[in-house]
């Protein structure tokens, strides 16, 4: 069975961190790409990070960038997504899902597609952690 299971999220004030867990089972790791995506109240799920497992990439929404550091254990099957400096408007659900990456895929094609954080392509997905900033 297939599990992505989020943990890590809460309450912090504005400026403050939380590192946010994504433990995987069910699928083999190293084959896929992970990604963390959030959604506020009324709004739609957006990208914010995605790491390869089979090369490390790693790829940011530019409103994170420089805040935000995304890593991946293989051996635990854990992704980890550090969140510092952290805005009211990072105020949202965190889901991370995962992307099987086609053996053909290529370092070149992937720097430009994982950008896109194309919700519709990642195949599994996490129940979601809530993170909620305070100003």
């Known amino acids: 069975e297939v599990q992505l299971v989020e943990s890590g999220g809460g309450l912090v004030q504005a400026g403050g961190s939380l590192r946010l867990s994504c433990a995987a089972s069910?699928?083999?790791?190293?084959?896929?790409?992970i990604g963390w995506f959030r959604q506020a109240p009324g709004k739609e799920r957006e990208g914010v990070s995605c790491?390869?497992?089979?090369?490390?990439?790693?790829y940011y929404a530019d409103s994170v960038k420089g805040r935000f550091t995304i890593s991946s254990d293989n051996a635990k099957n854990t992704v980890y997504l550090q969140m510092n400096d952290l805005k009211p408007d990072d105020t949202a659900v965190y889901y991370c899902?995962?992307?099987?990456?086609?053996?053909?895929?290529?370092?070149?094609?992937?720097?430009?597609?994982?950008?896109?954080?194309?919700?519709?392509?990642?195949?599994?997905w996490g129940q979601g952690t809530q993170v909620t900033v305070s100003s």
């Open positions: 899902a995962a992307d099987q990456i086609p053996p053909y895929r290529t370092k070149e094609y992937s720097d430009i597609y994982y950008p896109l954080f194309k919700v519709y392509e990642y195949d599994y």
């Open positions: 069910g699928f083999p790791f190293g084959d896929y790409a």
């Open positions: 790491i390869s497992n089979n090369d490390g990439s790693t």
